[in-house]
């Protein structure tokens, strides 16, 4: 999965989806409910273009940080 561009605003607060669930992706909405996952507050800090995860792999949550470029790690046994 590719990141999402967002434009963020400065002093706005994002909540970022870890779930992979939310139909409003990169954002949560609130579709973990019961699960495992908890969104990610993003704070703004200035007006700017972002890149947020989609693939949900990234070191550096919320935003991108490459790994949708990297294979998956095969799953544990």
């Known amino acids: 999965m590719e ?3 967002v434009d963020v605003k400065a002093g706005e607060t994002y909540w970022w989806c870890r779930c992979g669930k939310s139909a ?3 954002f949560c909405d609130g579709s ?3 699960g495992e ?3 990610v507050k993003y704070q703004a800090a ?3 273009r972002l890149w947020f ?3 949900k792999r990234t070191a550096s949550p ?3 940080d490459g790994s ?3 294979p998956a790690a095969p799953p544990a046994s």
Request: proline share 17%.
């Open 37 to 39: 996952f908890a969104p």
């Open 3 to 5: 990141p999402i561009a």
């Open 68 to 70: 949708h470029r990297k």
């Open 32 to 34: 973990h409910k019961g």
């Open 46 to 48: 200035a007006d700017a």
């Open 53 to 55: 995860c989609a693939c």
């Open 24 to 26: 409003k992706q990169p």
């Open 62 to 64: 919320p935003l991108c």
